[in-house]
């Protein structure tokens, strides 16, 4: 490092420093006398309400070209974008997007830094609640995995906290469908992955070069990583680990006629129970399966999966009334595989026998004495 | 006599002007004055006189906003940014590991660079970005109009409330011939992954769900997933030119893209396994038209019009040898590592690339290289 550089820095580290000295000031006035204070909605930093007394010399009509928010250490220092709106005591800032939490934002009027806060960060640790399919023993052909959190988790980055292994530890890559906009729900606790169809499909290029990305017979491990951060910047704290065994391709579409109903009895809210004929997709069985009642309307109630995506009970808000009722199942409820009740994930065009329907519902019906 | 004339004048600049900038009724037709409840911006694409539509994936819904961005310029400047992320989470006041951008679309028109950028809490953004600045786009109080890609037929019917909306990862959108085509992927069924919506949108629903299947080498045959697509004209002849997840190029006869049809595309190319295609643009040199295809993971892509034009067959065989390709050839440009790519104008588009030293940068080219 030459002469002139060396100065430079030092100058600009001295400028920082007293810049964090004057800021540092500003904080302890702020802790007592709370000039700045943060507005929150729904656990978000959605606002900055600045006090009058805090920019005396401020006119409303020139707030937003006087007054400027920024974050402190920005990589290209600037105003934030966002709205400054007059109140009754002083001066509310939203900026477009919720402040960061962990993060400190400096108030400046007239170029010169006024006051500074901290967003403070959340303690709640966020939690992977669930993975399906739940079973560990899954076909050659999987399709979908869904991973359920306890909170909004911060989404596009998933493939760096996801990995899955083989047996022997080692990092199989590719397998997940990388898609631009991950398949989040819109409270960003559910994500659901897909192993990339084109692997999967038979006959496709990369499922002739790499193969399918879970081979018979052996063993894996799908691991989640514990760095995953909340949107309030938590991380997950401890690594999930769910290990397999994987079956022979699932070649064979659901069948309802095989289901086992347990009828519940009249005037109660017992569970009506359904014995699957195999393991079905989590998500599309809490969404393409309706209990409707003799008039058409659909029953209200809630909807437990459970024994491996085998057992589908579903508990009425009222008692049963004595009368007919019927299950209708979206023809586009699928298996593990991908397999719907028209239609397998792939079709063999060569195989004369190759069978294939058009039906939107499949209708179950059962009567309550 | 003077003033006159310079009234005659006046009006009839302002007549130019409002000419320019209002879309006709017809095309506003179901919009409203209010502040659309986007919950987040996956996809962005253009229609005409500065309708923006706006794919929602979390809502499974497509917007409509009319920009009032319609003065047409001829020629765009160029963009040209270092480390566009940092810049615009500066902007945002947060760091790059915060933001996410979704999509990039240049308006046709007045050649401005439109950005969606999704926050780390979800919350979406939409920004215009030219060299010197970065300016938000306000959706308060805008004339937009709204329609929710369709649920299945059974979730339609009367009393079927209640259930959670389904997510519907909007993977591409364009506006063709009075039509919003857009395909996606759902985090529930396989699918149903591409539909074609009559714009101005209207409560009847009139959204075909297209059942396009993808045949590999004859054989084995699957609903697919479209990752990007395009509409173009080969021989007289309208089509989707479309790409999938594994890279092979495939044109669909747009007359033969008919709801309750099963169609299967016809491939054209196969551009190498282990990628997946990104984004896809039209450009023109003197008499030859190009697609330009940007990859997740191999360089962008040039493909000549008249090398699809005269493919006559479908791809039957298979690709031997590792990362090979077959069908209709490609010249693979120096650009790697392009996440976002659009048409700026008539002679430069414009790309984000991750930079091998880790750099995300937003730049120009002309259609000099083509």
Same mark, same amino acid.
């Given at each position: 490092?030459?002469?002139?550089?060396?100065?430079?820095?030092?100058?600009?580290?001295?400028?920082?420093?007293?810049?964090?000295?004057?800021?540092?000031?500003?904080?302890?006035?702020?802790?007592?006398? %709370?000039?700045?204070?943060?507005?929150?909605?729904?656990?978000?930093?959605? !606002?900055?309400?600045?006090?009058?007394?805090?920019?005396?010399?401020?006119?409303?009509?020139?707030?937003?070209?006087?007054?400027?928010?920024?974050?402190?250490?920005?990589?290209?220092?600037?105003?934030?974008?966002?709205?400054?709106?007059?109140?009754?005591?002083?001066?509310?800032?939203?900026?477009?997007?919720?402040?960061?939490?962990?993060?400190?934002?400096?108030?400046?009027?007239?170029?010169?830094?006024?006051?500074? @806060?901290?967003?403070?960060?959340?303690?709640?640790?966020?939690?992977?609640?669930?993975?399906?399919?739940?079973?560990?023993?899954?076909?050659?052909?999987?399709?979908?995995?869904?991973?359920?959190?306890?909170?909004?988790?911060?989404?596009?980055?998933?493939?760096?906290?996801?990995?899955?292994?083989?047996?022997?530890?080692?990092?199989?890559?590719?397998?997940?469908?990388?898609? +631009?906009?991950?398949?989040?729900?819109?409270?960003?606790?559910?994500?659901?992955?897909?192993?990339?169809?084109?692997?999967?499909?038979?006959?496709?290029?990369?499922?002739?070069?790499?193969?399918?990305?879970?081979?018979?017979?052996?063993?894996?491990?799908?691991?989640?990583?514990?760095?995953?951060?909340?949107?309030?910047?938590?991380?997950?704290?401890?690594?999930?680990?769910?290990?397999?065994?994987?079956?022979?391709?699932?070649?064979?579409?659901?069948?309802?006629?095989?289901?086992?109903?347990?009828?519940?009895?009249?005037?109660?809210?017992?569970?009506?129970?359904?014995?699957?004929?195999?393991?079905?997709?989590?998500?599309?069985?809490?969404?393409?399966?309706?209990?409707?009642?003799?008039? !058409?309307?659909?029953?209200?109630?809630?909807?437990?999966?459970?024994?491996?995506?085998?057992?589908?009970?579903?508990?009425?808000?009222?008692?049963?009334?004595?009368?007919?009722?019927?299950?209708?199942?979206?023809?586009?409820? =699928?298996?593990?595989?991908?397999?719907?009740?028209?239609?397998?994930?792939?079709?063999?065009?060569?195989?004369?026998?190759? +069978?294939?329907?058009?039906?939107?519902?499949?209708?179950?019906?059962?009567?309550?004495? | 006599?003077?003033?006159?004339?310079?009234?005659?004048?006046?009006?009839?600049?302002?007549?130019?002007?409002?000419?320019?900038?209002?879309?006709?009724?017809?095309?506003?037709?179901?919009?409203?004055?209010?502040?659309?409840?986007?919950?987040?911006?996956?996809?962005?694409?253009? !229609?005409?006189?500065?309708?923006?539509?706006?794919?929602?994936?979390?809502?499974?819904?497509?917007?409509?906003?009319?920009?009032?961005?319609?003065?047409?310029?001829?020629?765009?400047?160029?963009?040209?940014?270092?480390?566009?992320?940092?810049?615009?989470?500066?902007?945002?006041?947060? =760091?790059?590991?915060?933001?996410?951008?979704?999509? @990039?679309?240049?308006?046709?028109?007045?050649?401005?660079?439109?950005?969606?950028?999704?926050?780390?809490?979800?919350?979406?953004?939409?920004?215009?970005?030219?060299?010197?600045?970065?300016?938000?786009?306000?959706?308060?109080?805008?004339?937009?109009?709204?329609?929710?890609?369709?649920?299945?037929?059974?979730?339609?019917?009367?009393?079927?409330?209640?259930?959670?909306?389904?997510?519907?990862?909007?993977?591409?959108?364009?506006? $063709?011939?009075?039509?919003?085509?857009?395909?996606?992927?759902?985090?529930?069924?396989?699918?149903?992954?591409?539909?074609?919506?009559?714009?101005?949108?209207?409560?009847?629903?009139?959204?075909?769900?297209?059942?396009?299947?993808?045949?590999?080498?004859?054989?084995?045959?699957?609903?697919?997933?479209?990752?990007?697509?395009?509409? $173009?004209?080969?021989?007289?002849?309208?089509?989707?030119?479309?790409?999938?997840?594994?890279?092979?190029?495939?044109?669909?006869?747009?007359?033969?893209?008919?709801?309750?049809?099963?169609?299967?595309?016809?491939?054209?190319?196969?551009?190498?396994?282990?990628?997946?295609?990104?984004?896809?643009?039209?450009?023109?040199?003197?008499?030859?038209?190009?697609?330009?295809?940007?990859?997740?993971?191999?360089?962008?892509?040039?493909?000549?019009?008249?090398?699809?034009?005269?493919?006559?067959?479908?791809? %039957?065989?298979?690709?031997?040898?590792?990362?090979?390709?077959? !069908?209709?050839?490609?010249?693979?440009?120096?650009?790697?590592?392009?996440?976002?790519?659009?048409?700026?104008?008539?002679? +430069?588009?414009?790309?984000?690339?991750?930079?091998?030293?880790?750099?995300?940068?937003?730049?120009?080219?002309?259609?000099?290289?083509?």
């Amino acid at each position: 490092m030459n002469k002139r550089t060396c100065r430079l820095r030092y100058y600009s580290e001295l400028i920082l420093f007293s810049l964090s000295l004057i800021i540092s000031c500003k904080l302890k006035k702020e802790d007592t006398a %709370t000039p700045v204070s943060i507005l929150w909605e729904d656990g978000r930093a959605s !606002g900055l309400f600045i006090s009058k007394d805090e920019v005396p010399l401020v006119v409303d009509d020139s707030l937003s070209r006087e007054v400027e928010v920024r974050l402190l250490k920005a990589a290209h220092p600037t105003a934030i974008a966002g709205n400054f709106t007059i109140e009754q005591d002083g001066y509310l800032f939203k900026p477009l997007i919720p402040f960061t939490r962990g993060l400190q934002y400096a108030i400046f009027v007239k170029g010169k830094p006024l006051s500074a @806060i901290i967003i403070p960060k959340d303690s709640i640790i966020p939690k992977l609640l669930a993975i399906y399919p739940s079973k560990d023993s899954l076909p050659e052909n999987l399709l979908k995995i869904h991973l359920f959190f306890s909170k909004p988790m911060v989404e596009g980055h998933s493939s760096q906290f996801i990995k899955l292994t083989d047996a022997k530890g080692d990092s199989l890559p590719d397998t997940f469908l990388t898609l +631009q906009s991950e398949l989040w729900n819109k409270e960003s606790t559910e994500l659901t992955l897909w192993l990339d169809p084109g692997r999967i499909k038979r006959d496709l290029v990369p499922n002739k070069l790499f193969g399918p990305p879970l081979k018979n017979g052996r063993h894996y491990q799908l691991i989640i990583s514990a760095d995953w951060p909340d949107q309030e910047g938590n991380l997950l704290m401890h690594t999930f680990i769910k290990g397999f065994t994987v079956l022979a391709r699932d070649t064979v579409s659901p069948s309802p006629a095989r289901w086992k109903l347990t009828i519940p009895k009249y005037g109660t809210v017992q569970p009506l129970v359904v014995d699957l004929d195999k393991s079905l997709d989590y998500i599309l069985l809490e969404n393409a399966i309706w209990v409707v009642d003799g008039t !058409g309307n659909s029953v209200n109630g809630s909807v437990q999966i459970d024994n491996g995506e085998m057992k589908y009970r579903f508990t009425p808000e009222k008692p049963w009334l004595r009368g007919g009722y019927k299950l209708e199942i979206e023809t586009r409820l =699928e298996d593990l595989a991908g397999n719907n009740l028209n239609r397998l994930f792939e079709l063999d065009l060569k195989n004369p026998h190759h +069978q294939e329907q058009n039906k939107k519902l499949y209708e179950k019906k059962w009567q309550i004495e | 006599m003077k003033k006159l004339i310079f009234s005659i004048a006046a009006i009839g600049c302002f007549l130019i002007l409002v000419a320019h900038t209002r879309p006709s009724s017809n095309l506003l037709k179901g919009f409203v004055i209010g502040t659309p409840e986007i919950k987040s911006m996956n996809s962005l694409a253009f !229609g005409p006189d500065g309708i923006l539509f706006i794919g929602d994936s979390k809502t499974a819904s497509i917007f409509a906003i009319d920009t009032k961005d319609a003065e047409k310029l001829e020629n765009a400047i160029a963009l040209d940014i270092k480390n566009i992320d940092q810049k615009i989470a500066s902007f945002l006041g947060t =760091e790059t590991k915060n933001i996410s951008i979704q999509d @990039i679309k240049v308006n046709p028109l007045s050649k401005k660079l439109y950005c969606a950028v999704q926050a780390a809490d979800g919350t979406p953004v939409l920004l215009i970005i030219d060299n010197d600045k970065i300016q938000p786009v306000s959706l308060s109080s805008v004339p937009y109009s709204k329609i929710q890609l369709n649920n299945p037929p059974s979730e339609d019917a009367k009393d079927r409330g209640g259930r959670p909306l389904r997510v519907w990862a909007i993977s591409y959108m364009k506006y $063709a011939d009075g039509r919003v085509l857009v395909s996606g992927l759902s985090n529930q069924e396989f699918g149903s992954t591409f539909r074609s919506i009559p714009f101005p949108f209207t409560n009847e629903q009139d959204q075909s769900s297209l059942e396009i299947y993808h045949a590999a080498h004859g054989q084995y045959e699957t609903a697919a997933p479209i990752r990007t697509f395009t509409t $173009a004209e080969f021989n007289g002849k309208k089509y989707l030119l479309a790409s999938y997840t594994c890279t092979p190029l495939v044109l669909f006869p747009l007359d033969e893209l008919k709801p309750g049809l099963h169609v299967r595309g016809r491939t054209v190319g196969e551009f190498g396994a282990g990628n997946s295609p990104i984004d896809m643009i039209t450009m023109k040199k003197g008499d030859d038209l190009f697609l330009i295809m940007a990859n997740s993971d191999r360089p962008v892509m040039k493909i000549k019009y008249k090398d699809i034009a005269s493919f006559d067959g479908s791809l %039957t065989t298979q690709v031997k040898e590792f990362f090979s390709i077959a !069908g209709v050839p490609y010249i693979s440009f120096p650009f790697v590592g392009v996440v976002q790519l659009d048409k700026l104008d008539e002679n +430069q588009f414009v790309y984000i690339q991750r930079k091998s030293n880790g750099d995300l940068d937003l730049v120009t080219q002309t259609t000099r290289f083509l």
